[in-house]
């Protein structure tokens, strides 16, 4: 016999082994699930009761094994829902946390850009307040070009500084016409 034919040999052995265990498993199963005769027997007086209390037993084990079933496929989709809701808690949470890092790092990067552009200003407005007094003279804070004076905090007036109401001029504090200058009087 050549290589092939063994091989089919060995082939078609296995499978009719395969065959045979199924059939026994499938055998097992039946015997376990079918209503058992000698219970319908001693139900039923007479033969004709018989095919209804059989009728009867065949329904009720097909619906206790209908519910068997539905609870078990029921109770695998619960655990297979709850492995699923748990992978993907667990996946939420690792992408939760790998995104606060993300946020965490541009947050800090973003508080250094934005602390260097802090301290360019500040060192700008130095060089030009230094620019602003290095022009004016010591003694007085005049600009020379135009001659007006550079104003500080201690120029700005305080509450202290406002006029009360009493020092506010009056009716008989205007000047009349008798004040005022003309050609004609010296």
Not at 40 to 48: E, Y
Not at 108 to 113: C, P, R, S, V
Not at 118 to 132: D, T
Not at 175 to 186: A, L, R
């Amino acid at each position: 016999m050549s290589r092939k034919e063994n091989e089919h040999d060995d082939s078609s052995d296995n499978i009719f082994e395969k065959v045979e265990g199924g059939v026994k498993k499938s055998a097992r199963a039946v015997k376990k699930q079918w209503p058992r005769v000698k219970r319908v027997a001693k139900k039923s007086d007479d033969p004709s009761d018989v095919k209804e209390n059989v009728e009867d037993e065949v329904k009720d084990e097909i619906g206790d094994q209908v519910k068997k079933q539905f609870k078990t496929k029921l109770q695998s989709g619960a655990s297979n829902l709850q492995n699923n809701l748990q992978e993907k808690k667990e996946e939420n949470a690792e992408k939760v946390h790998s995104k606060a890092e993300d946020a965490k790092e541009k947050l800090q990067d973003n508080l250094l850009e934005f602390r260097e552009g802090v301290k360019s200003f500040k060192e700008s407005g130095e060089e030009l307040q230094e620019k602003i007094s290095g022009n004016a003279p010591t003694g007085d804070k005049s600009n020379k070009k135009n001659g007006t004076k550079v104003k500080n905090s201690s120029d700005i007036k305080s509450a202290n500084d406002l006029k009360s109401y009493d020092q506010v001029k009056g009716p008989n504090d205007i000047k009349g016409v008798s004040n005022i200058k003309s050609y004609f009087s010296d």
